[in-house]
């Protein structure tokens, strides 16, 4: 209760007004990104060395041995002179990012494929990450740290963490250059991380009248020429244009409710049609007593027998009825559920109720 009044209490103070000036700008490389550059997924196909009979025993990691001893130079005479258990095949995964250049350094995450039982203590082979377009962009080799550790014994098992995944910092050494193009021969066009008419507005408005011409395509896109003279220099044209600030755009109003927790977030421009809001509680409390009956001493006839007594208790609270005005902003709805004692659950339940009745004007969001 005292984490959701904390919360409330801070955006009460965000919608009153009492923010500072520079607070509500934003620079546009914060809320864009030049379209064409991103990060890029890699894949690939592993063994993993060095497992305490932690390994899986599947047909396709022996194969998986067989080729690789034999691409070392070894013979292999029988699948059976290699033991099951101490490795692992794995899948191999990692993001590359934009401009990478042969010789960086990315981390990797490498997850087992079949019935292995932990990747502790193992060793990644080099293994070759590939593009989507099945070209080889880097390649991953190292200890693999799954920051936990699983322990069986007599039947009984300990598992302080997954253990069948982990992740190798600094593990893929990139091999050839990712470029990107900036744009084309005629500019760029810069991509909103979330769609906002109003923001693309903004964003061309306020390149136009400081860099370049710009129009806004769509809600996610704005386009830019790039003037002549930053042909030869698109680098120096992209930092003055990211470091650009305007207005932000006033957000969704939005509820968002995580019933796992018990926390809530209202957002700001949260409007209340008008609404009354009912707050009791019932309390019904059953209390058993088991006894025994027994003939009483002199009796000639008579049989012992268990007796329940069941006492039962209705205990209600008053109830308070709550009205809420018209238009009512996030502070007043603030202070009139807490006016009613609400708990983090009790307001749970009364802004479902209130959305459902249509007096809630924003959107509720249940994660």
Do not use: C, W
Request: aromatic share 2%; charged share 20%; no cysteine.
């Amino acid at each position: 209760m005292k984490k959701l009044i904390l919360i409330l209490s801070l955006l009460m103070v965000f919608n009153s007004g009492y923010m500072p000036a520079y607070a509500n700008k934003v620079r546009i490389k914060d809320v864009t990104h030049i379209d064409g550059i991103r990060e890029n997924q890699l894949v690939g196909y592993g063994v993993v060395v060095g497992l305490p009979r932690t390994g899986d025993n599947s047909r396709s990691t022996q194969i998986t041995n067989i080729s690789l001893l034999k691409n070392l130079g070894t013979v292999i005479d029988s699948p059976n002179d290699i033991k099951n258990g101490n490795t692992a095949a794995v899948i191999v995964t990692a993001m590359a990012p934009p401009f990478a250049r042969n010789g960086d350094r990315i981390d990797v995450t490498v997850s087992s494929m079949a019935d292995a039982s932990s990747l502790e203590g193992g060793i990644l082979i080099q293994t070759h990450m590939m593009a989507p377009n099945g070209e080889v962009v880097a390649v991953a080799q190292g200890p693999i740290s799954v920051g936990g550790t699983s322990a069986s014994a007599g039947g009984s098992s300990v598992r302080t963490s997954i253990v069948t995944s982990g992740r190798i910092p600094n593990g893929a050494i990139i091999e050839r250059d990712i470029t990107s193009d900036i744009g084309d021969e005629l500019g760029l066009k810069l991509v909103l991380h979330r769609p906002d008419f109003t923001m693309a507005a903004r964003i061309a408005e306020t390149v136009n009248d400081k860099i370049a011409p710009a129009k806004a395509i769509d809600g996610s896109a704005i386009r830019i020429v790039i003037p002549p003279k930053f042909n030869d220099d698109r680098i120096k044209f992209v930092s003055i244009l990211e470091n650009l600030t305007l207005r932000s755009a006033d957000s969704i109003a939005k509820v968002v409710i995580n019933e796992r927790t018990g926390t809530i977030v209202i957002g700001n421009n949260v409007k209340l049609l008008p609404a009354a809001v009912a707050h009791g509680n019932l309390s019904v409390t059953v209390r058993t007593t088991n006894e025994i009956s027994q003939p009483t001493e002199f009796a000639t006839v008579g049989e012992t027998l268990p007796v329940v007594n069941s006492e039962i208790e209705v205990v209600e609270e008053e109830g308070r009825l709550v009205e809420v005005a018209p238009n009512a902003n996030l502070s007043e709805l603030v202070r009139a559920l807490n006016s009613i004692g609400v708990t983090p659950y009790d307001l749970i339940s009364i802004l479902q109720a209130l959305k459902a009745a249509g007096s809630l004007q924003a959107q509720l969001e249940i994660i």
